[in-house]
């Protein structure tokens, strides 16, 4: 087994952002009236995905992918947002 | 940067969006936010086990890490599916919600209706329409259904000729439960019961209250048979529709798993049956065959609890749960049972 801290961060973080991941979709598809917003999650990760991914074929981003990350995690949270006042 | 970091990043990307998004959605939702914040909290216990140990595996072979970890897996997952089970049903049972549109009306029509305020709950009084304003007379108190508020329903009585016979000779009184309508506090099995008391006093405190009938649906059975079986409380007659024996009927009737300790996974235990032997007024229990909330079974029950000597069973056919003050059958008994 490794023994840096970090790693040892990274493995507790992703066993407690899993779980808190599932359960935010179960959630949502527990409460949600409908199926398209019960799929909101889904659209978010996707919509994240293709930014990030595009965004890496550009020259400046390329080396600055924390950017694009950083930029993604803000339009999500503004698109929750917005979701929110239509809903 | 390689193609498979890029995939990588943009996946991690991915989940992060995800999280925050639909975190921010769920926590914008009132009704939601004590789960989601319930979940949070969890997961932080989670985090911090996971961490103790790694610490404390350091070290140590696969074959004692792997299972260690799979078990907390497990039991972090078990953990969060009883925070959600226990707040789904919290959002299944109560429906607080004020309806402006009808105190807006009811407001405007104050020879009909006067509004009611005290101890920090709020809701209704319909004056009898036959008698002397400062004439003693009967009073029924409403205990409502889960989605029901004040305004709303006594706007419906009054807009309803069928339902005149709940206040041509004796006040109909409807108080919000507590989030309910204009009422404040939080609502909760315990504060049902206090709830109860608080509307009760409410009652007796206006001069012109003689007597007091208890009518209950639905959620209101419970506070109801409550407030009839404490010894300060002079209920004359009690009239429940739709009754339970128990809030865990409720949830049983969605899905049977709510027994021996999978019980205390239900918000709403309202241990109805503990409060029937100490009823001594008249009871008359209205309840369908066809109540697909409430099941007929679970209104017997209480039946086979309370005093025999004075408690009068009627059983409606082809009625549903939200269609019971619109079926005929119903209001005839009604009618008998409340004296209208």
Redesign the interface.
């Given at each position: 087994?490794r023994?840096d801290l970090r790693y040892?961060?990274t493995?507790?973080?992703i066993?407690?952002?899993s779980?808190?991941?599932?359960?935010?979709?179960?959630?949502?598809l527990?409460?949600s009236s409908t199926l398209l917003i019960g799929l909101?999650?889904?659209f978010?990760?996707?919509?994240?995905?293709?930014?990030?991914?595009i965004l890496?074929f550009v020259p400046f981003m390329?080396?600055h992918?924390w950017l694009?990350?950083s930029a993604?995690?803000l339009?999500?949270?503004l698109?929750?947002?917005i979701?929110?006042l239509l809903i | 940067m390689t193609f498979g970091k890029r995939l990588k990043l943009s996946l991690l990307a991915g989940c992060l969006c995800t999280l925050l998004g639909s975190g921010l959605l769920l926590f914008l939702i009132p009704s939601i936010r004590t789960t989601a914040l319930a979940i949070l909290i969890t997961c932080a216990v989670v985090f911090g086990l996971a961490l103790l140990l790694v610490f404390l595996l350091e070290g140590k072979s696969s074959k004692i890490r792997v299972p260690v970890f799979t078990a907390l897996v497990v039991v972090a997952v078990l953990a969060v599916s009883c925070v959600i089970i226990y707040n789904f049903g919290n959002s299944m049972v109560y429906h607080p919600a004020f309806d402006e549109e009808a105190y807006e009306e009811l407001t405007e029509m104050k020879s009909s209706a006067v509004e009611l305020s005290a101890d920090g709950l709020s809701g209704w009084r319909i004056p009898a329409a036959s008698v002397v304003d400062d004439k003693p007379r009967s009073v029924i108190l409403y205990f409502g259904g889960n989605g029901e508020n004040s305004a709303r329903k006594v706007l419906n009585i009054l807009n309803n000729d069928e339902l005149s016979f709940l206040y041509d000779r004796c006040d109909f009184i409807f108080i919000d439960y507590p989030s309910y309508g204009l009422s404040e506090g939080t609502v909760s099995e315990s504060a049902l019961r206090d709830y109860a008391l608080r509307a009760y006093d409410i009652a007796v405190s206006l001069d012109t209250t003689a007597s007091v009938t208890v009518f209950s649906y639905s959620l209101g059975n419970g506070p109801a048979v409550y407030l009839a079986s404490r010894e300060e409380a002079d209920i004359s007659n009690l009239v429940l529709l739709a009754p339970y024996n128990s809030g865990l009927d409720l949830f049983n009737n969605y899905v049977d798993i709510f027994h021996g300790p999978f019980a205390l996974l239900a918000s709403y235990r309202m241990p109805v049956y503990s409060y029937a032997s100490d009823v001594t007024c008249p009871v008359t229990i209205i309840a369908s065959a066809d109540d697909e909330i409430i099941p007929i079974e679970s209104s017997r029950a209480l039946f086979s609890e309370l005093s025999q000597s004075n408690c009068n069973f009627i059983t409606v056919e082809g009625v549903l749960h939200n269609d019971f003050m619109s079926d005929e059958q119903t209001l005839n008994s009604l009618r008998t049972a409340i004296g209208g």
């Open positions: 087994m023994t040892k961060l493995l507790a973080a066993i407690a952002v779980i808190l991941l599932l359960s935010f979709l179960s959630l949502f527990m409460f909101i999650p889904v978010i990760f996707l919509g994240a995905f293709i930014l990030t991914f890496g390329k080396d992918m694009s990350i993604a995690a339009l999500s949270l698109a929750a947002y979701i929110h | -």
